[in-house]
């Protein structure tokens, strides 16, 4: 008997077709004593036609007084799913029920279409399962303490599953998609990439962090917190995905890099002209924090020694662009900065791998790529496993399979 929770993405929902296709392979792979928990994304682009319905209403439904309503309107997309899926499982003669994020005790924080999880009392879970139902859950969200719903962003409903894996203490938590796996880089984009059959939640982290699409950076983390292996694997196909769990058992271990990621979504923003003093990177930041924005790549460059005068180079979320703006107008006018310039036409790609820690060279393998590519760099930032490159998002595609070719040639 085995406790197995299986997240089904919106691609895999998008139909009622499909919602009927999903319930027939669980049941066809259900061994008799085994309790299913389903994670359910909203169908297809269910979430993206909902938003446009705000922006028919304001074209910035994202606004800090609106984003309790958008949690409220974003999570009907998950209850058409979860509804329409225990309905399947019922037509071929299995019980079921569909229950919310509020419904599985999901505790999240209040920061709305931004939530984070605090803890889960699935008590109401553990009952239905013991009844002999498959539980099917809305992914994508919980409630804080006032019971309002929150949504927890995009990819959401994979830190549903992990988390709620980890809280009825599930033996495996299955991650189906429209991809077979974890690539060394975007299949779509690069044709030779290979699919791994194991990586480290440290590195997978690393790579969704970074723009690989496949996983929430919260639902790895979530996954190492609990210990428990998450399997992607396809929708569409038998075969056998990727695992990621704590360490390699099966892989050659003798590798500089384990994929190339990269992400289209960003901006960047320069406050130019500002004092080279204490407390200015701490005044623009802190604003930002406030905002509930995250900034990634941060470069300080000194215009002037002369006049001690600095420009503060920063990227973030393109979905945050609008009100980090606003923010930064705000504060580049309390410290005096020349001006703010925003640029749009970027992407951010990166190579990550725990091989590279005590290997010379790979940074400077990863430059001369993108130079026989003549490709420029903007900003460049590093971790402890990982290389990122700023660089324009007309150039990303060559870029990405130029890096892929020099590590993954043979």
């Known amino acids: 008997m085995a406790l197995i929770v299986k997240k089904f993405g919106g691609s895999s929902v998008a139909t ?67 509804a329409l899926l225990a309905m399947a499982f019922k037509k071929f003669g299995q019980p079921a029920i569909s229950l919310t994020g509020s419904m599985i005790g999901m505790r999240t924080n209040s920061v709305h279409t931004k939530g984070r999880i605090l803890g889960i009392k699935p008590q109401r879970v553990h009952e239905e399962l013991n009844k002999g139902q498959i539980v099917v859950v809305a992914g994508f969200q919980g409630a804080d303490k006032f019971g309002d719903p929150v949504t927890l962003g995009r990819g959401g409903s994979d830190t549903s599953a992990v988390a709620l894996a980890g809280a009825l203490h599930a033996d495996e938590c299955e991650i189906f998609t429209d991809v077979d796996g974890v690539y060394s880089a975007d299949p779509r984009i690069v044709k030779n990439a290979r699919k791994m059959k194991e990586i480290t939640y440290f590195e997978m982290l690393e790579m969704a962090r970074l723009g690989a699409g496949v996983m929430q950076p919260r639902s790895v983390e979530m996954g190492q917190y609990f210990n428990i292996p998450i399997h992607v694997r396809s929708t569409f196909t038998n075969d056998t995905g990727t695992i990621i769990r704590e360490d390699y058992t099966v ?42 924005i995250d900034v990634d790549m941060i ?14 180079v920063f990227t973030i979320a393109l979905e945050d662009l609008a009100e980090a703006k606003k923010v930064v107008d705000r504060v580049a006018e309390r410290v005096n900065a020349s001006s703010v310039l925003v640029e749009e036409d970027v992407a951010k790609v990166s190579i990550v791998g725990a091989g590279m820690l005590g290997s010379p060279g790979i940074a400077a393998r990863m430059f001369g790529a993108l130079a026989r590519a003549d490709i420029n760099i903007d900003i460049i930032s590093t971790s402890e496993i990982s290389v990122s490159c700023l660089i324009k998002a007309s150039q990303l595609t060559e870029a990405v399979n130029s890096i892929h070719d020099e590590f993954f040639s043979d």
Do not use: C
């Open 16 to 82: 009622t077709e499909k919602i009927l296709a999903v319930a027939e392979r669980i049941l066809n792979e259900k061994k008799p004593d085994d309790k299913i928990v389903v994670v359910v994304s909203a169908m297809g682009d269910s979430t993206d036609n909902l938003i446009n319905l705000a922006e028919g209403i304001d074209r910035e439904p994202y606004k800090a007084n609106y984003l309790r309503e958008m949690d409220m309107l974003l999570t009907t997309g998950e209850q058409v799913s979860i």
């Open 251 to 292: 892989e050659d271990k003798d590798f500089e890099i384990r994929g190339v990621a990269h992400d289209q979504k960003v901006a960047k923003i320069a406050v130019l002209g500002v004092s080279n003093t204490p407390g200015i990177a701490h005044t623009i930041f802190s604003a930002l924090a406030k905002a509930n």
């Open 299 to 312: 470069v300080q460059s000194i215009r002037n020694i002369d006049k001690n005068i600095t420009d503060m």
